[in-house]
Nanobody
């Protein structure tokens, strides 16, 4: 069974920093794209409500949502099947549940897998 486990969320003051991690485990052959999405408080977990934060392909190419460009940095360690999100200059509007996502190949084929989410709260 393939799992994504996120860590690193918490409470931080405006202007502060946090680093999220997401490790994929299981019978994984390769991971194409890994990414982070977020869902603001009070919204249903629907695809239309889930905001792109950042994605990174296996070759290291990245894509960022407009609201986080210049403040957040995504990176990955292919040997560890892990993706990171360094978040700097955090704002109250960054408060959300952050979900890790991976497009991967595993023992039974291709899968689009989500983590359970980690809460990030930016507040003074």
């Amino acid at each position: 069974q393939v799992q994504l486990v996120e860590s690193g969320g918490g409470l931080v003051q405006p202007g502060g920093s946090l680093r999220l991690s997401c490790a994929a485990s299981g019978s994984i052959f390769s991971i194409n794209v890994m990414g982070w999405y977020r869902q603001a408080p009070g919204k249903q977990r629907e695809l239309v409500q889930r905001e792109l934060v950042a994605t990174i392909a296996h070759d290291g190419s990245t894509n960022y949502g407009d609201s986080v460009k210049g403040r957040f940095t995504i990176s990955r360690d292919n040997a560890k099947n892990t993706v990171y999100l360094q978040m700097n200059s955090l704002k109250p509007e960054d408060t959300a549940v952050y979900y890790c996502n991976a497009d991967l190949w595993y023992a039974l084929g291709r899968m689009d897998r989500w983590g359970q989410g980690t809460q990030v709260t930016v507040s003074s």
